[in-house]
């Protein structure tokens, strides 16, 4: 608080921090005067945010390595996204053959996408804590598992019981991947 009380009246008289002004970042070296890490392939080109001198830094990844990590990523999103919207194309033999009406069925839908947000407020700071990719492990295997479920549920109570853990076990598609 103090420091933005204390920013403003330095605006106030003229006397601008470019650090709290937004956008005021230099990208762009054309001296190459800056003491900043600069970008290997363009020499003024200022790399923002600066990457550390971990390996393991996404922001020093060789291309293949990001195209790989966006391949799966992708390929982990439309899996559990199929996995768990592909239902309505089969709603009227699927209530024939597990003897539930096509309401309760999408009773039982209603209740998978309202677990998938708000699973999420288990598996965000899950995420943060132990990484993404025990999260993405252990999404994708309970998905599997509630998938084969699924076909075999006996009435209405294990219907929405599968859908309300496949809302649960599939909700970091809804956010973990876009961080």
Same mark, same amino acid.
């Given at each position: 608080?103090?420091t933005?009380?204390?920013?403003?009246?330095?605006i106030?008289?003229?006397? %601008?921090?470019? @650090?709290?002004?937004?956008?005021?970042?230099?990208?762009?070296?054309?001296?190459?005067?800056?003491?900043?890490?600069?970008?290997?392939?363009?020499?003024? %080109?200022?790399l923002?945010?600066?990457?550390s001198?971990d390996?393991?830094d996404?922001?020093?990844?060789?291309?293949?390595?990001?195209?790989?990590?966006?391949?799966?990523?992708?390929?982990?999103?439309?899996f559990?996204?199929i996995?768990?919207?592909?239902?309505y194309?089969?709603?009227?033999?699927?209530?024939?053959?597990?003897?539930? @009406?096509?309401?309760?069925?999408?009773?039982?839908?209603?209740?998978?996408?309202?677990?998938a947000?708000?699973?999420?407020?288990?598996?965000q700071?899950?995420?943060?804590?132990?990484?993404k990719?025990?999260?993405?492990? %252990? @999404?994708?295997?309970?998905?599997?598992a509630?998938?084969?479920?699924?076909?075999?549920?006996?009435?209405?109570?294990?219907?929405?019981?599968?859908?309300?853990?496949?809302?649960?076990?599939?909700?970091?598609?809804?956010?973990?991947?876009?961080?």
């Amino acid at each position: 608080m103090a420091t933005d009380l204390k920013a403003a009246r330095d605006i106030q008289h003229g006397v %601008i921090d470019e @650090s709290v002004v937004p956008g005021t970042v230099h990208m762009v070296d054309l001296d190459q005067t800056m003491q900043a890490k600069h970008s290997k392939a363009h020499r003024d %080109i200022v790399l923002v945010p600066t990457p550390s001198d971990d390996p393991n830094d996404p922001l020093n990844w060789s291309p293949r390595r990001k195209t790989m990590a966006l391949v799966c990523m992708c390929v982990y999103v439309w899996f559990n996204g199929i996995a768990n919207s592909v239902v309505y194309s089969v709603l009227v033999p699927l209530s024939e053959a597990l003897d539930l @009406s096509v309401g309760d069925l999408n009773a039982g839908t209603g209740y998978l996408f309202l677990l998938a947000g708000w699973g999420l407020l288990f598996f965000q700071p899950f995420a943060l804590q132990y990484g993404k990719r025990p999260t993405y492990l %252990i @999404s994708t295997a309970a998905t599997i598992a509630l998938t084969m479920w699924g076909p075999h549920a006996k009435g209405n109570g294990q219907w929405i019981a599968k859908n309300v853990l496949g809302g649960f076990f599939g909700s970091p598609i809804e956010a973990l991947p876009e961080m």
